[in-house]
């Protein structure tokens, strides 16, 4: 079975300070991570992806992400927050196996001028 | 080029009626999925088609609900004898290959059931 919990639905944070969006997996496989960042009235895109390899992933827009297995930890991380990076963002896991992709509850950033 | 379509992008309803829901994958992927995404929620998961077959309908709620892709692009999700808990967003995803490691979302379709 898998799952993810996003901890933390609202993030708030200063524009040019660190954006921390914490995602935490459960999977009895080895997964397949991502974060996608949904606009208001528009589709999910796809900001970046682990699949395997190099556990430092970066996506685009300036994010990156680390898949810490022991920490089985997906956090999604920006140096500077930018006016623009404001959005919902969302944790998803699947498998090399599998069809499914797990959702989690989603993190709404909000920038702060 | 084109991305994943769903149409329409708003459906409103009254219970009990039936509706459809359509998506339009981008052309030449041939795996599809359908999500639910009610408020305050993440992406559900419903169905996922390779090719013209549903490969895995698990997250289907209830058999009101029912998806085809007769032709291995364009899909409908058919929802019979709506009902207020089906108000949700729908989403279309799309992949060009059977790994699935990259889904391509459409904008989704908001049904709302009155």
């Known amino acids: 079975a898998q799952s993810v919990t996003q901890l933390g639905s609202h993030v708030s944070v200063s524009e040019g300070a660190l954006v921390l969006l914490r995602c935490n997996y459960s999977s009895s496989v080895p997964p397949y991570l991502f974060w996608y960042v949904q606009y208001p009235n528009q589709g999910l895109q796809l900001l970046l992806k682990y699949t395997t390899g190099a556990t430092l992933v970066k996506g685009i827009n300036g994010f990156e992400a680390e898949f810490k297995k022991s920490e089985t930890s997906f956090h999604l991380t920006k140096p500077s927050a930018h006016m623009s990076d404001a959005a919902e963002y969302f944790c998803?896991?699947?498998?090399?196996?599998?069809?499914?992709?797990?959702f989690g509850t989603g993190t709404s950033l909000t920038v702060i001028p | 080029g084109a991305g994943v379509s769903q149409t329409p992008s708003n459906k409103v309803t009254e219970k009990g009626k039936y509706v459809e829901l359509r998506c339009d994958p981008i052309s030449g992927h041939t795996a599809l999925y359908w999500y639910r995404q009610s408020l305050g929620q993440g992406p559900e998961f419903l169905i996922y088609?390779?090719?013209?077959?549903?490969?895995?309908d698990s997250g289907l709620p209830n058999d009101r609900f029912f998806a085809v892709r007769p032709e291995g692009s364009v899909s409908t999700l058919k929802i019979q004898r709506t009902e207020r808990g089906d108000s949700a967003m729908y989403l279309c995803a799309s992949s060009p290959t059977s790994v699935p490691d990259t889904q391509y979302f459409g904008p989704g379709t908001r049904l709302t059931v009155l």
């Open positions: 088609f390779q090719g013209t077959g549903a490969a895995d």
């Open positions: 998803a896991v699947n498998s090399n196996t599998g069809n499914q992709f797990y």
